[in-house]
Each structure stands twice: as structure tokens, then as C-alpha cells.
């Protein structure tokens, strides 16, 4: 191709375009400028393809020079810079001790972009490439990534009582030995929860998601009787379910706007591989409903998601949310009456509002109607179909501490502190650990203080995640005693860190 020889010369030369082939050997390439001669992997020594070097305007990462990926940049074309890659370790949350073989993924915020699968080694390091939006010297702008992590004999994170914080692709550092973009922090280490002994040593059930365009981010579930067991497919659409007892179970595919086969399963002992699930040609549906805000400020907004019922646990009134079914699908809780969900495929679901820290909660007073947990089947092909029952939410008692944001780190007992409702009788305050075992109950009288506290009087464990839940109750005359409020699902959140 005839082209500038330089960058704002008036002298033309003939090139080799992107792409094309050169002889690394040369003593002068002529590939086309802002690109240079790389030997081809696996060639001869005189197999070179032209491809562009750093700041060079790319249409894919096959055009960018071996270390490089064409990359978006804010406001600009799509150039070629260095990789922006989460790097970390997921070890056992009881000692520290590496895990071998755990599988890590990344998901940016609006759960759109997902990656491939990252496999730890020996000592449990991971190192995981994400795209990110640049600025005009290739630096990552703000933006939010989360992990999650499985591996055999531990549970999956996140999950029970846990969550995963968003990593800020803006604090990445240019990496002059890793020749990219690295963000490794307390957020890039991922602690796992070893199972009970007798959930140890299980199988696992591993394929892939057809078509691939459309196989990143899957919810894929092992459903088998009550119980449901479940895997994330990657950028590929490869998944691995980890943890499944023996057993008859149905595969299916979750996310929002595709319909998958089920595939049939049985497992006896041994790992199951090459599982298919295929997108299948019947319809989706769009589900409606409402929910009542009552007794909370005005302006008060939620969300609702849609929970896949052999997955969901009523001790943490939680379970696995697939891509997309959620109302609003992406961003901020914005629900305040009417919500729609569209594209939901057929399955069991549980449907909850006011599950994110909103600072309301299902109204759980048994004498109203409205406030139970509501179960739905979906049926292909379903067009539009409306929830009936409306949800009733109220403000939540505003968690103090500990774990009023974030699961929070203790060394001793804590003292368990929450808001005080005003128009209670008394508490009832229940500590659950990561397997959902009430470990600790009390009662505490009605309190004329703004902050209401007990001291904790439970086990503390090292490693182990533990949640309080303190519950207001009243008696009216004539009834029978009532739960007002309750703190939120995600709040309340300790854990006692193993030595280093």
C-alpha cells in the first residue's frame, strides 16, 4: 500500500499493510507506519506479520503487537495499549493456605462484559485480563469490576453471607515487569470458605453454552430435587459447576433474553464433562408486578431480582441472581411502584424486592398481607405475565455496626449495634454462620436509646463469616405479636481473619 513514511511526511513509500506478511530478518521491514515486523509463533524464523505498536488505531486484537490489545478509549478510536489485567490469590479462609486450581472470573458493573476463566497455581495466584475504557495515554478511566471464585471443597464467592466489592480499574499501575496494567490489592484477595466434611470430595459438571455470541455470563444450575448447584460460563461460554453430590440432575441455562434445552445429567462419583446446552426456539417472557413502600421516607426507591428457586437459601433469604433479571435490568434502584422484566426465561424463581442495601426491607409482619416470599414458574412461550401479589417494603433498621457497610474484620466478641425502632416491644437478635446455622440468639428489652446494642455471646472462629439479624417485634392488643422491621440482607456482616 502506498503511505506516509512518517507521520506528517510529504514522502510516500511503498508498505506492508496491518496484517500482512514480513520477514522479521530484514534489515528494514516496511511495514506500515505505527506498525513493525513480529515473527509469527510457531513459524520460521523469516515468518513476520506487520502489526501495530503502542498508540497505533486498531479494529480488533489480532492488529495489535504481542502484549497489546486494541482497546476503547474515552472520547477516541479504538487503540492499541497495554493489557489491564485484576491479579491476586484466592487462599482457604481458615489458614491462609493457597488453593490449587480455584477458577476466577470478572464481571464488569453492569454484569455485561464478562472474562475468561483464570486458574490458580500452586500458591493460588491468578492474573486476569479485563477489557477497560482508556484515556489518551492508554491509563484505565474509572470503572468497576467484581470476582468470583470456585474451586472443589470450598463455597463459591460470592455467596451466603457474602459479597463482592467492586474493584476501581483506576487505581491499576503500569507494570514494567508485567508489561501491563496491574491492579492487585485486598480486593484482588479472595478468601474461600471451606465446606463441612461431608460436603467435601464431590464431583464436578463442566461444558459449554452454545452459541458462544451469546454464552458469556450464564447462570448454568445442576437441579436436582430441592437442591440446585451452580457454575458462571466465561467470554467462551465455558462453565464448571463444582461441588455435586451423586445424583439425577437437569442442567439448565439462566439469563436474560435466551431460552436454553435443559440437558439430563446423572452423576456417580466421577466428574462429568462436555455438557451442551443449546439455545433453544421457544419463547421468553416479560414478567410484571408491584411493590407498596409503606412507612419509609418519601422517595424511597428498591429493586427487584429474580432469584432461581433451587438456589435460593430462606435462612439468608438470597440466592443466585442470573444476568439481566432484575428490574431496573442495570444501575441504581429506581422501583417506587410499577416493575418489568423482560426476557426471562422458563424456570422456578423466587422473586424479591428490597434485596440490595436500599435501606428497606420486606415488611415481615405476619398480620398484613403482602409481605411473604413469593414463588413463581415460569413457562415459555408465557408472553406477558403479572406477579399478582403486591410487595410490601418498609425502611429497614439501619445497621451501626459491625458490618454496616461491607463484611467487617473483628479480633474479639463484637458488640452488635443497630437503630432503634421507636414503636417496638422488644428484639429478637439471631447470628447465622456462612453454612446458615443459627450459632447465637437473644432478646433485648425495648431500648429508649437511638443505638440499641448486645454484646455478642457466640463462637468466633477463625475464617469464619458470621451475620447478625435484629428484628423488632410488637404486641398489639388483641393479636398476636408481629415483626415490624428487620436490619437489611446484606448488612451485618463480621468475620474473625485467620493469623497471618
Not at 180 to 203: K, N, W
Not at 339 to 348: L, N
Not at 421 to 433: A, F, G, L, R, T
Not at 446 to 465: A, K, N
Request: glycine share 12%; aromatic share 8%; net charge negative.
Amino acid at each position: 500500500m502506498c503511505a506516509e513514511e512518517a507521520a506528517g511526511s510529504s514522502d510516500f513509500i511503498c508498505q506492508i499493510p496491518v496484517g500482512g506478511s514480513c520477514d522479521p530478518t530484514a534489515e528494514e521491514d516496511y511495514c506500515y507506519y505505527g506498525s513493525a515486523c513480529f515473527e509469527v509463533e510457531g513459524g520460521e524464523e523469516t515468518d513476520g506479520e506487520c502489526l501495530l505498536e503502542r498508540g497505533g488505531t486498531c479494529e480488533g486484537d489480532d492488529q495489535c503487537a504481542p502484549g497489546l490489545t486494541c482497546a476503547e478509549v474515552q472520547g477516541g478510536e479504538e487503540t492499541c495499549f497495554e493489557e489491564v489485567r485484576i491479579a491476586g490469590a484466592v487462599l482457604d479462609a481458615t489458614d491462609r493456605s493457597a488453593i490449587e486450581g480455584a477458577h476466577v472470573i470478572a464481571s464488569d458493573e453492569l454484569v455485561t462484559v464478562f472474562t475468561d476463566v483464570a486458574i490458580t497455581d500452586a500458591d493460588g495466584n491468578y492474573s486476569i485480563a479485563v477489557p477497560a475504557v482508556r484515556d489518551s495515554e492508554g491509563a484505565p478511566v474509572s470503572q468497576f469490576y467484581t470476582l468470583r471464585s470456585s474451586a472443589q471443597d470450598y463455597q463459591t464467592f460470592p455467596g451466603g453471607l457474602r459479597t463482592a466489592l467492586p474493584i476501581d480499574l483506576e487505581t491499576a499501575a503500569l507494570s514494567d515487569e508485567d508489561d501491563a496494567y496491574v491492579i492487585q490489592s485486598t480486593l484482588t484477595e479472595i478468601l474461600l470458605i471451606p465446606l463441612p466434611e461431608d460436603q467435601r470430595g464431590l464431583p464436578a459438571i463442566s461444558g459449554s453454552v452454545s452459541p458462544t455470541e451469546k454464552g458469556a455470563g450464564v447462570l448454568v444450575v445442576a437441579e436436582g430435587g430441592d437442591s440446585g448447584y451452580s457454575g458462571l460460563s466465561d467470554a467462551a461460554g465455558n462453565f464448571t459447576i463444582f461441588n455435586v453430590p451423586d445424583g439425577s440432575y437437569e442442567v439448565r441455562g439462566y439469563t436474560a433474553g435466551v431460552q436454553f434445552t435443559p440437558e439430563d445429567v446423572d452423576v456417580t462419583g466421577e466428574d462429568v464433562t462436555d455438557v451442551l446446552l443449546e439455545e433453544s426456539s421457544e419463547g421468553l417472557v416479560t414478567l410484571t408486578g408491584d411493590v407498596s413502600i409503606v412507612n419509609a421516607p418519601g422517595g424511597s426507591v428498591t429493586s427487584v431480582v429474580l432469584v432461581v428457586d433451587s438456589t435460593f437459601n430462606e435462612t439468608f433469604v438470597r440466592g443466585e441472581i442470573p444476568t439481566g433479571l432484575r428490574a431496573p435490568r442495570f444501575g441504581s434502584p429506581d422501583v417506587s411502584g410499577a416493575w418489568r422484566i423482560e426476557g426471562v426465561p422458563a424456570g422456578d424463581y423466587v422473586v424479591l424486592a428490597a434485596f440490595e442495601n436500599d435501606d428497606l426491607v420486606r415488611d415481615p409482619d405476619t398480620n398484613i398481607a403482602g409481605t411473604s416470599i413469593v414463588r413463581i414458574t415460569v413457562e415459555p412461550d408465557g408472553g406477558e405475565v403479572t406477579v399478582g401479589e403486591s410487595f410490601k417494603i418498609t425502611e429497614a433498621l439501619a445497621v451501626e455496626g459491625p458490618g454496616a457497610e461491607d463484611a467487617e474484620a473483628v479480633t474479639e466478641a463484637p458488640t452488635l449495634r443497630w437503630r432503634d425502632d421507636s414503636s417496638e416491644d422488644y428484639y429478637e437478635v439471631k447470628v447465622y454462620n456462612a453454612y446458615g446455622d443459627l450459632v447465637w440468639e437473644q432478646m433485648v428489652d425495648r431500648s429508649q436509646e437511638e443505638i440499641v446494642s448486645t454484646p455478642y455471646g457466640g463462637p468466633l472462629e477463625d475464617g469464619m463469616y458470621y451475620q447478625f439479624r435484629a428484628t423488632s417485634w410488637r404486641a398489639p392488643g388483641g393479636k398476636d405479636p408481629a415483626p415490624i422491621s428487620t436490619t437489611e440482607d446484606l448488612r451485618g456482616v463480621f468475620f474473625k481473619p485467620a493469623p497471618q
